[in-house]
C-alpha cells in the first residue's frame, strides 16, 4: 500500500485565485514528481526534485511553481488559476534512482478553474 | 534526451485471450528501467512491471511479462488470459541516470466478453 497522499481530491476554483495542492509521502523517499494528466491522455512531467532544497523543471512548460522543505513534502502552486491550467494532477515518489524502485503515485488533485 | 513512444491509441482483445502493447524508446544512457503502469477510468496509477536494461531475463508478474528487446529499443507488455478488469489505460515509462521519470502516450485496452 502506497503512502503518499494527495489534497484535495477535487477543486473547482475561480479564475485569478491562488492555489495549493498538497502532496505527501511517508516512506522517506527522496525523489518527488508533479505530473499533469488531461483525461484520457498522456502524463507530462511538469516538476520533479532531487531532495530536500531541489527543484526542477519537467519536460512540459507550467506556469506553477514548487517548493521541497521537508522530504516528506512536495507542494505544488498557481499564484493565479486560469481556465487553461484544468486538468488533473498527479504527485509521485520513489527511492532516489534504485534498482527496480518503482514510483508511487497519489489520488490525484482534479482541478476545474471557471 | 529521454522518449517513449507508444503508438497503439486503442486496442481491443476477446477475454481469455493474450495481448501485446507495445512500447519503444530512446536513450543514451546505459544504465535505465522501464516500467509498466495501469490506468483505470477512476483515475489512480497502478504499478505493474519493471525491467532493467542490464537485466538478462524478461520481466514476470503474474499474468503480466515484458518483452524486452534491448538492441530494437522496445519493451512490449504481454497480458496472457485477459480479464474484464484489464480494461483500462496502460503507459510505459523510463527513468534514466537523470531521474527524471517520463512517460509515453498510453493505450487504451478494452476487453470483450
Known amino acids: 500500500e502506497a503512502d503518499i497522499y494527495q489534497t484535495p481530491r477535487y477543486l473547482v476554483i475561480g479564475t485569478g485565485k491562488k492555489i495549493t495542492l498538497e502532496c505527501s509521502q511517508t516512506m522517506g523517499h527522496d525523489k518527488m514528481y508533479w505530473y499533469q494528466q488531461d483525461p484520457g491522455m498522456e502524463l507530462h512531467l511538469i516538476h520533479y526534485?532531487?531532495?530536500?532544497?531541489?527543484?526542477e523543471k519537467g519536460d512540459l512548460s507550467s506556469e506553477s511553481t514548487v517548493s521541497r522543505i521537508r522530504t516528506e513534502h512536495f507542494p505544488l502552486t498557481l499564484e493565479s488559476a486560469r481556465p487553461s491550467h484544468t486538468s488533473q494532477y498527479l504527485c509521485?515518489?520513489?527511492?532516489?534512482?534504485?534498482?527496480?524502485?518503482?514510483?508511487?503515485f497519489g489520488q490525484g488533485t482534479r482541478l476545474t478553474v471557471v | 534526451a529521454q522518449k517513449i513512444t507508444q503508438t497503439q491509441p486503442g486496442m481491443f482483445v476477446q477475454e481469455k485471450e493474450a495481448v501485446t502493447l507495445d512500447c519503444t524508446y530512446d536513450t543514451s544512457d546505459p544504465s535505465y528501467g522501464l516500467f509498466w503502469y495501469k490506468q483505470p477510468s477512476s483515475g489512480e496509477m497502478i504499478f505493474l512491471i519493471y525491467?532493467?536494461?542490464?537485466?538478462?531475463q524478461n520481466a514476470t508478474e503474474g499474468r503480466y511479462s515484458l518483452n524486452f528487446q534491448k538492441a530494437r529499443k522496445s519493451a512490449n507488455l504481454v497480458i496472457s488470459a485477459s480479464q474484464l478488469g484489464d480494461s483500462a489505460m496502460y503507459f510505459c515509462?523510463?527513468?534514466?541516470?537523470?531521474?527524471?521519470?517520463?512517460f509515453g502516450q498510453g493505450t487504451t485496452l478494452q476487453v470483450k466478453p
Open positions: 526534485s532531487y531532495g530536500v532544497n531541489s527543484t
Open positions: 515509462a523510463m527513468r534514466a541516470d537523470t531521474g527524471k521519470l517520463i
Open positions: 509521485a515518489s520513489s527511492e532516489f534512482w534504485k534498482g527496480n524502485t518503482e514510483a508511487f
Open positions: 525491467q532493467g536494461s542490464y537485466d538478462q
